[in-house]
């Protein structure tokens, strides 16, 4: 079961990396309309919330959502997104009692990837295509 949930995460990293990647440099403070999160928001926020629903849901520590300021460039969250998905292949690879949280992270990072997808398209860009 522990190469299957592996198996899934490394898809959904490589899949958010290119997604990542996909959009330029200069358009990462992209918003698609007011009040909606930038696209270097959208990742930091992705990437901050794989931490915080391991820590909750799959750890079950209980952390409070307190979301750390976005900076830095395209480079930076990128390098933000892949800690983050390291920390949680440590966690899985680690065992214990991953089922309760592993899908719930999953589809938080589905949904918000889904929008970063939309900026994408907005600006003109095709996403990368999904392989599973």
Known sequence: MKAQFLEH???SRDYTLNVADAMPEDAYEFSPAPGVWSFRELMHHI????????DNYILQQETAWAPTPVKGNKAQI???LEAAYASLEDTVSAGGNIHNGFHATLDHISHHRGQATISLRIQGIVPPEYNF
């Open 47 to 54: 990437a901050y919330g794989i931490l915080w629903w391991r």
């Open 78 to 80: 990128r390098q933000e």
């Open 9 to 11: 995460l490394a898809i």
